[in-house]
Structure formats: structure tokens, C-alpha cells
Nanobody, 121 residues
Framework: QVQLVESGGGSVQPGGSLRLSCATS????????MTWYRQAPGREREFVAT????????NYIDSVKGRFTISRDNAKNTVYLQMNSLRPDDTAVYYC??????????????WGQGTQVTVAS
């Protein structure tokens, strides 16, 4: 079965850094793009960053450009999110996502349990 497990969250001061990891299993990781989302209390789940299956292309929400870097290690079936210059409004639960075809060939969204990131003085 498909599993995604996020880790690496924690509490940091503004300007600090964290590196999130998402370990995956149950699908051919190297064939799938991977995406990070985040959700703060009372807000919708928000796209943060995505990376192509090969790692050759990435995309970010404007508010994190220049501060966050998404990467992947296909040998380890793991995707990462390096977060630098963290701000209080980066506080959220961060989730990784994979879209994987079901039996009928329709993409299905899979999510991990999330990891909490808190940025505060």
C-alpha cells in the first residue's frame, strides 16, 4: 500500500531553518512528481512546492521563492523541503503529496500524516 511519512518539523525562531523529509513506499517513486502542501488552523491547505519525477524542474508558491528548496533522492524514495529564513506565517502542518493512478487509471491523491512547523519568538 502507498505510504508517505513526513518528519523534521519543530519549533524555530524567525530567521531559522528546518529540513523536512517525506519517506515513501508502495509505488514507483521515480515515476511520480512530488509536492509539499501546508495548512494553518482556519486556513485551506495551500500548495508550497513541487518537483518533477526526475528532479529537473521545480515550482514554488511566490511567498517561499528564494527561501525554500524542494529536492528528492530517488534512490531513497524520499522528498525533502529545505526551509530557510523562516517567518511566523510559515507556521503550519506540512504535508507531502503524491498523485498515483488507481485501477481505472484516474489519479488519486495520497497524503502523509503531516509534520508541525512552528516559527515564533
Amino acid at each position: 500500500q502507498v505510504q508517505l511519512v513526513e518528519s523534521g518539523g519543530g519549533s524555530v525562531q524567525p530567521g531559522g531553518s528546518l529540513r523536512l523529509s517525506c519517506a515513501t513506499s508502495g509505488f514507483t517513486f521515480s515515476n511520480r512528481a512530488m509536492t509539499w502542501y501546508r495548512q494553518a488552523p482556519g486556513r485551506e491547505r495551500e500548495f508550497v512546492a513541487t518537483i518533477s519525477n526526475t528532479g529537473n524542474s521545480t515550482n514554488y508558491i511566490d511567498s517561499v521563492k528564494g527561501r525554500f528548496t524542494i529536492s528528492r533522492d530517488n534512490a531513497k524514495n524520499t522528498v525533502y523541503l529545505q526551509m530557510n529564513s523562516l517567518r511566523p506565517d510559515d507556521t503550519a502542518v506540512y504535508y507531502c503529496n503524491a498523485n498515483i493512478p488507481d485501477i481505472r487509471g484516474w489519479d488519486k491523491y495520497y497524503w502523509g500524516q503531516g509534520t508541525q512547523v512552528t516559527v515564533a519568538s
